[in-house]
């Protein structure tokens, strides 16, 4: 039975199931996992008799990777023609050798730059997964461990109870089990603020349950990330670079968003408008939380890293990441996904990995990543079979990058695409994709009710998660200044008595979203901000 489980993919708009994530959006993997870490074969039971939880029923088809590799320009080709995606990459590693590394397409829809293996894309989430590879060389060498107590290596790091700030751990930040509320800090890195603030922030976020609950959390993880490389004297993204991107002599991965910008081959992202794909709105800058989405890098590179991975650890006879290191990140630590049936599969969550079980049983390791504002990556791997593959592209996620690794593992395991992973996907995004706000869709009063004097709302407005919001009268109309400096802006319209609305679009709300804003004496509610994680009531000062 098919289960409908967490991708773990992005840091924009909250999905209902996860994020991803952020949220995340559906990954309709025959669910999620058996924690085996065999030693990668193509037989029929890939493991040692020793060893039979490792063991797989079915044999592979004879050539099983180079026949499914032989279709990939095929699917990728339909693809990209069904869904008029403009650029795409793709590529396979198995037996330890790059199989296939390919681009397709056009990095930019106005320049018409043709994309090859060594363009560069944003990998939004998937940087969690590469991240917990940086960690785990750490780990390695002795420097932190996955149990090491965020609290004790990053300055001033609280959350709203003083026993989970005192305990929560590396480990509790990289499985989403700290109990943050799923995407906490997001919307406050959309209004502008740097790192620093969104991390300091998250003290006033209520928790669920410590350790029995997943919300997946961008800045839970980069709060992680930061703990850690403190640890090691540097700071997170040179860490990076040190550990992992250089000995693997990846030259064009950095999770600096300006080494991205200065690339000579790089993609722009790419959105949907009235059916049509066009440049992004606004490129996506995720320095804010690089350790949990700010990774750049092409096929070609990330062929080194499925390489290293794949090899427990090991990378041209060198072994960068010990296997008991990397070990507790690609199996299972917590349930992401809880079964919906009696016969479906749970999915499950490592450290920054998603762990599953195909319905070849054979078990899966992989990430998602997107971005609203244009880009969309999957990485997939089954460890039995000894084969990876990685799709990048620049436009908002609609599921494409996620169905072509499905039907790549179908082809793999059974030597034809056994599920309709285009419908189930393209299903699951669109019903995400859709904008939000109580009156989106909804007609204007014929009759409202008239507002006060604009005078009278004028003013600044304090929310402890979010900042002052400075409502001011210019031109005739109210407008709403928030962020640092109050860098992001709404113009108000009125709705109804002492209510009014905005549009916006960001990472975390589509194009088409609308948010209320009602007074009320002293208090402003901003309906974007106020939901069940997050207290939209703003105070006049």
């Not at 995340?24 to 074969?41: E, F």
């Not at 300055?155 to 109990?179: E, I, K, N, Q, W």
């Not at 041209?316 to 917590?334: D, F």
């Amino acid at each position: 039975m098919l289960a409908v489980i967490r991708p773990e993919t992005r840091h924009r708009r909250r999905w209902p199931l996860v994020a991803t994530s952020v949220l995340a959006v559906a990954v309709l993997a025959a669910a999620c996992d058996s924690g085996s870490t065999s030693s990668p074969s193509s037989s029929a039971v890939p493991a040692s008799e020793e060893n039979p939880n490792a063991q797989v029923e079915g044999a592979l088809p004879d050539n099983a990777v180079a026949d499914a590799v032989s279709k990939l320009d095929g699917l990728v080709q339909s693809m990209m023609r069904d869904t008029g995606i403009p650029g795409m990459a793709v590529a396979v590693v198995s037996g330890g050798e790059t199989k296939y590394a390919k681009g397709f397409g056009v990095a930019d829809v106005t320049t018409g730059a043709s994309v090859n293996a060594d363009t560069v894309f944003p990998l939004a989430s998937m940087s969690k997964s590469i991240g917990s590879t940086v960690i785990a060389s750490q780990v390695t060498n002795k420097t932190v461990s996955w149990d090491d107590q965020v609290a004790a290596a990053l300055p001033g790091f609280a959350l709203a109870d003083p026993y989970v700030t005192r305990t929560v751990t590396v480990a509790d930040m990289y499985t989403h089990r700290s109990g943050l509320p799923d995407h906490a800090g997001d919307k406050i890195e959309d209004l502008g603020y740097p790192r620093a603030v969104v991390l300091n922030r998250l003290r006033y976020a209520p928790l669920q349950p410590f350790r029995i609950t997943y919300d997946y959390t961008n800045f839970g993880i980069t709060a992680g990330a930061e703990s850690v490389a403190n640890r090691s004297g540097r700071d997170w993204e040179t860490l990076s670079e040190e550990s992992i991107y250089r000995p693997l002599g990846m030259t064009r991965t950095s999770s600096r968003f300006r080494d991205f910008t200065a690339r000579d081959n790089r993609v722009v992202g790419h959105v949907q408008v009235d059916g049509k794909w066009v440049v992004t709105f606004k490129q996506r800058d995720p320095d804010a939380q690089a350790p949990a989405g700010g990774v750049s890098s092409s096929v070609n590179d990330l062929t080194h890293w499925l390489t290293m991975l794949m090899a427990q650890g090991t990378y041209q006879g060198k072994q960068l990441v010990a296997p008991e290191a990397l070990l507790p990140a690609i199996t299972p630590q917590i349930v992401s996904s809880p079964s919906s049936a009696p016969d479906a599969r749970a999915g499950f969550y490592g450290y920054g990995f998603n762990v599953s079980v195909t319905a070849g049983g054979r078990t899966q390791v992989s990430h998602s990543g997107a971005f609203g504002s244009g880009a969309a990556t999957n990485f997939l791997v089954l460890p039995s079979a000894d084969v990876a593959i990685v799709v990048l592209s620049n436009a908002s996620p609609i599921g494409a990058v996620e169905a072509i690794t499905g039907e790549f593992a179908d082809l793999v395991q059974f030597g034809e695409v056994r599920h309709d992973w285009r419908t189930l996907y393209r299903q699951a995004f669109d019903a995400e994709n859709q904008p939000s706000g109580s009156l989106v869709g909804k007609p204007r009063p014929a009759n409202p009710a008239p507002a006060q004097a604009l005078s009278s709302y004028v003013g600044t407005y304090a929310n402890s998660m979010y900042g002052p919001a400075v409502v001011r009268e210019q031109g005739g109309k109210l407008v709403l200044a928030m962020g640092p400096g109050g860098v992001t802006t709404h113009e108000l319209t009125h709705w109804d008595g002492n209510t009014f609305t905005f549009t916006l679009r960001n990472e975390n709300a589509e194009l088409g979203s609308i948010s209320k804003v009602t007074f009320d004496g002293p208090r402003m509610v901003i309906e974007y901000y106020d939901d069940e994680e997050n207290d939209g009531v703003f105070t006049r000062q």
